[in-house]
């Protein structure tokens, strides 16, 4: 039977491992509430019996629960007075133990927040003009909305005389980004064409040389498609990428309206411009 010690209303139990409900080290009068060691060098702290934070032999700091998955591990909500919630420098990684995605590629709709969800983070781009060629100009893509007008990501517009039109902007997000534009062709001779912009996530289309077709946009990445070119005429601008933005949305709405931007269809040898896409990845 290990001794009892009294230090300052303290009770303390020598050489005793201890629990969550029963601590080796508690208040007076509180027994299931204090410190205990649940393995070789890793000490935890419980409350009312159950534990709530524990550093382990590798010195991670682990909030309710017993494994850690990096340096800081959360295990439950992250919440504050306010509604605002600040991180302050973290040396390590910091991880959230529960995260869900939905991406939507195509058309229209309506976006449901899960149940329990406590955090969005949103990051979206219009759609891709298409490349020129010279029997038409760079067509525009669409914008990709989220929540109707709470987030927008226009197209690209579309190019006039050959040359590219402005990429597309974007309203609403922390950060907003406006699309890069297209390559200009050559001026005086046949081909290349110009290369289609690219968004954050890339796959801009190469402009074709002399007598070839530009490439398309990799699919949904809001970018531009490649400027086609033939022997008999100059090659001609790349198309250039939609808007782009990210956004973080706390205490978010039940549900929220959503509509895909299209890419541009590029025209002749002309690549297509790369449609819009949303990613939600959603927090609990």
């Known amino acids: ?54 550093v382990n032999s590798s010195g991670n700091l682990v909030v309710t629960g017993t494994t850690s998955l990096s340096n800081v591990t959360v295990s439950g909500t992250v919440s504050t007075n306010t509604g605002t919630l600040t991180l302050p420098t973290i040396t390590g990684n910091l991880a959230l133990s529960t995260k869900t995605v939905q991406v939507f590629t195509s058309g229209s709709g309506t976006y449901t927040t899960p149940a329990g969800c406590r955090a969005i983070f949103v990051r979206m781009v219009g759609g891709g003009s298409s490349g020129a060629t010279y029997l038409a100009d760079n067509v525009g893509g669409g914008a990709t909305t989220f929540g109707s007008s709470f987030l927008t990501c226009n197209g690209a517009s579309a190019g006039t005389g ?42 801009g289309g190469i402009g074709g040389t002399t007598g070839q077709a530009g490439g398309n946009a990799a699919t949904n990445s809001g970018s531009g498609g490649g400027g086609g070119a033939v022997s008999s005429s100059v090659g001609r601008a790349g198309g250039s990428a939609g808007g782009y933005l990210e956004k973080l949305i706390t205490s978010p709405s039940a549900t929220y309206s959503y509509a895909i931007g299209a890419g541009g269809s590029g025209v002749s040898n002309a690549g297509n411009g790369g449609a819009g896409i949303i990613i939600v990845q959603e927090f609990y």
């Open 1 to 54: 039977m290990a001794s009892i010690i009294k230090v300052d209303q303290i009770e303390t139990d020598v050489n005793l491992t201890g629990s969550a409900s029963a601590p080796s080290l508690y208040p007076m009068n509180d027994t299931n509430t204090g410190v205990f060691f649940p393995a070789a060098d890793t000490v935890a702290i419980s409350t009312g019996g159950t534990e709530r934070l524990r």
């Open 162 to 203: 050959g040359q590219p039109g402005a990429g597309g902007t974007a309203t609403g997000g922390d950060i907003n980004f406006t699309g890069a534009a297209g390559g200009a062709g050559t001026a005086s001779s046949a081909g290349p064409a110009g290369s289609g912009g690219s968004s954050p996530f890339g796959g």
